[in-house]
């Protein structure tokens, strides 16, 4: 019963954390990033809505034509994963191929030169089996109620394993840093030490010359 209720609780953790939906306020000429960990080999579905701020009646609505949202991806490396410009409502997709912290950057096309219109974007990243439309699977591949919750289940193990061993591989590597720094640590330790020693020693020297030069030993 506790492994059961504990489980359903890391579950829903696994959920909240593979889906992301906002939305954020930003000028017409500025940029907003966003920073997902995601493992590697997970395919990524953002969804986004554009609405410019109406400053006659004070509410957000469709932009007007032409102007839209570019998008761009980064992995860890710093890579660029990918760079395209959308229209003002769309979706875009990606696949990581390194785990670790991708950066997701979006900003309009927009080419006013100050401040332009204030923009509300509304987003929602969906991360691993998340992404896919299974309704879309389910009629393209024929599969019954059983076997599309069949395979929902097997992606989501899958998703599940990539993310332990995303998190395993980042724990060994918290370590190695921990381990490495407590070792120089030691070392400094040891050197200021040393420094110590010798500094005394030099003194020690240096007064019993002084001593023996005044004639006072």
């Not at 017409?28 to 990524?44: A, G, H, L, Q």
């Not at 554009?50 to 992995?75: F, R």
């Not at 921990?178 to 010798?198: F, P």
Request: glycine share 6%.
């Amino acid at each position: 019963m506790y492994w059961t209720m504990l489980f359903q609780v890391l579950f829903q953790l696994y959920i909240i954390s593979v889906v992301t939906g906002l939305y954020f306020h930003i000028p017409e000429t500025e940029k907003k990033c966003f920073i997902e960990e995601i493992p590697d080999e997970t395919m990524v579905v953002g969804n986004y809505k554009v609405e410019m701020l109406d400053k006659t009646s004070n509410q957000y609505i469709p932009t007007v034509a032409g102007l839209g949202m570019h998008v761009d991806v980064k992995d860890p490396d710093g890579a660029v994963v990918m760079s395209r410009t959308y229209a003002s409502e769309g979706r875009f997709t990606f696949t990581s191929h390194t785990a670790g912290e991708h950066s997701v950057c979006l900003f309009s096309n927009s080419s006013a030169w100050f401040g332009g219109a204030m923009l509300r974007v509304h987003l929602d990243i969906q991360i691993g089996e998340h992404a896919n439309d299974y309704q879309q699977i389910a009629t393209k591949d024929k599969l019954t109620e059983l076997q599309l919750r069949v395979r929902q289940l097997i992606d989501q193990v899958e998703q599940i394993t990539k993310e332990q061993n995303y998190q395993r591989n980042r724990e060994e590597r918290f370590r190695q840093t921990s381990e490495s720094t407590n070792q120089r640590v030691l070392w400094w330790s040891i050197a200021q030490t040393l420094i110590l020693l010798v500094t005394g020693f030099w003194q020690m020297r240096h007064l019993k010359s002084f001593f023996e030069a005044k004639k006072l030993v």
